[in-house]
Nanobody
Framework: QVQLVESGGGLVQAGGSLRLSCAAS????????MGWFRQAPGKDREFVAAITWSGGFTVYIDSVKGRFTISRDNAKNTVYLQMNSLKPEDTAVYYCAADLRGAVGAMRGQGRADYWGQGTQVTVSS
């Protein structure tokens, strides 16, 4: 069983920045692919970004490219999402996810993951 706990959400004005963190339990974190998803009110959950087990490959949805950066610290069992130039349309609950195979394809392509966090609210005011 893997537990994922997100933190770092909050209220920020448009143009501001936030950094989300996701702390994972377990000794195999360095072998997991990790991702971030979000769900806005009344909308389906959508993939945002993901990173492979080594950190050597990252992928983003087009709407956040150049503004968001996903990274990981395997020594701390933590994955991060640095969000800059935030827009009101970024408002959502953000979820951390883990793929035990270390890849990102299933998260990106099918929105599937083996484990999910509880989510953290991000609100961007205009």
């Amino acid at each position: 069983q893997v537990q994922l706990v997100e933190s770092g959400g909050g209220l920020v004005q448009a143009g501001g920045s936030l950094r989300l963190s996701c702390a994972a339990s377990g000794r195999a974190f360095s072998s997991y692919g990790m991702g971030w998803f979000r769900q806005a009110p009344g909308k389906d959950r959508e993939f945002v970004a993901a990173i492979t087990w080594s950190g050597g490959f990252t992928v983003y949805i087009d709407s956040v490219k150049g503004r968001f950066t996903i990274s990981r610290d395997n020594a701390k069992n933590t994955v991060y999402l640095q969000m800059n130039s935030l827009k009101p349309e970024d408002t959502a609950v953000y979820y951390c996810a883990a793929d035990l195979r270390g890849a990102v394809g299933a998260m990106r392509g099918q929105g599937r993951a083996d484990y999910w966090g509880q989510g953290t609210q991000v609100t961007v005011s205009s």
